[in-house]
Each structure stands twice: as C-alpha cells, then as structure tokens.
T-cell receptor
C-alpha cells in the first residue's frame, strides 16, 4: 500500500526566501509522484509530476521537485518565495501501473511573510 | 475550455437527511473521481468512475454512493447524514485511467448541523 508523509503542517517563509516543503512516500512498487497546490476556496491544481526518467522535475510557477529513491523523498522547492505562493500544498503518490487512485498527504500550508 | 464544475457550491443539511452533489467534468474527460477533504483527515478517496462504471472505491460506508451518466457527468449521494460528513467534497476529472493528471473542481462545502 502507498502512503505519503508531509513533514510540517505549516511552513512560514519570508518573501524572497527559499521554499522547501518535505514529502516522503511509501510504495511497494515504483511510484508516480505529484505535487498539487490549493488556493483558498479553490480545488487542487497540479504543480508537477514525476513518472519516469529525469529525477529533477520542473513545474509551474518556478517550483521544482527531486525524486530521491534512496531517501523515498520528493521534496518541493522554489528558490524565491512570492506572496502569491501562499497556499496549501499536497504531495501525492500512485503506483505507476495507474490502476489505483492517488493517495494524498495531509498537506502543508505555506505562509509568505512580507 | 470550461473546467470541472461542481454544484452546488455550498450546502447546509441536518442530521439524517440525504444529499446529492453534482459534477460536470471537462469536455472530453471520461473519468471522474470524488474526494472528501477535512482538516483532520486531509483528502480521502471516495470513488472513481469511468464510462459509467465504478472503477475504484475508497473505504467509506455504504451511505456514500455515486454514479456516472453517459455524458460523463457524475453525482454522489450521501444518505442519513452524520455530523462527521461535514467536509469539502471535491470532484476531479481526467481523460481516462490510468491518468493521474487530475483536474479538480472548486468543490461543494457540505455542512451538517
């Protein structure tokens, strides 16, 4: 069975500072990994995904994530935080057979301080 | 291209009532999934439909049910509502499974009093 752990339910950074949101997963088979973002009063939007190939994945809005199999991690980073990045971020995992639904982490709320 | 549309946006019900939520997927998408989002449990998978057939089901009681119509629109129903059913219910669509690139609607916020 797959599971996702997001370390830190709330992360606060200053505008212009590095954003690092942590995600560790558990999967018995090679996984597909995802980061989604949810802005207030909206649904989730896909930021980026890793399926196979290059382990450093670039997404929208300047975010990127690196798949590290040895650490079972898929941390999300952005070099310089912007006020508009304030939102809730969800990491998700699925086996790469694609026959079972995504399993989401509990989310990390990102606050950006001016 | 219109996104995933969920109606209604807000619902207030009392315990014991039943409720039906609606989801219209993006045009051309044939797969619809439903998730329950609560502050304590996060996002929990309810069920997934593809071509009018339930493809996967999460660990929810039988009070939670769903269906998909021939035009890919989907409904979910919750009978005998309990206080703990208060949540944001999110619908997501994709072209066809397996496809994890989900497009989410804004959700229906259900409050059970």
């Amino acid at each position: 069975a797959q599971s996702v752990t997001q370390l830190g339910s709330h992360v606060s950074v200053s505008e212009g500072a590095l954003v690092l949101l942590r995600c560790n997963y558990s999967s018995s088979v090679p996984p597909y990994l995802f980061w989604y973002v949810q802005y207030p009063n909206q649904g989730l939007q896909l930021l980026l995904k890793y399926t196979t190939g290059a382990t450093l994945v670039k997404g929208i809005n300047g975010f990127e994530a690196e798949f590290k199999k040895s650490e079972t991690s898929f941390h999300l980073t952005k070099p310089s935080a912007h006020m508009s990045d304030a939102a809730e971020y969800f990491c998700a995992v699925s086996p790469n057979s694609g026959n079972t639904p995504l399993v989401f982490g509990k989310g990390t709320r990102l606050s950006v301080i001016a | 291209k219109a996104g995933v549309t969920q109606t209604p946006r807000y619902l207030i019900k009392t315990r014991g009532q039943q409720v039906t939520l609606s989801c219209s997927p993006i045009s051309g998408h044939r797969s619809v999934s439903w998730y329950q989002q609560t502050p304590g449990q996060g996002l929990q998978f309810l069920f997934e439909y593809f071509s009018e057939t339930q493809r996967n089901k999460g660990n929810f009681p039988g009070r939670f049910s769903g269906r998909q119509f021939s035009n890919s629109r989907s409904e979910m129903n919750v009978s005998t509502l309990e206080l703990g059913d208060s949540a944001l219910y999110l619908c997501a669509s994709s072209y066809s499974p397996p496809d994890e690139k989900l497009f989410f609607g804004s959700g229906t916020q259900l409050s059970v009093l």
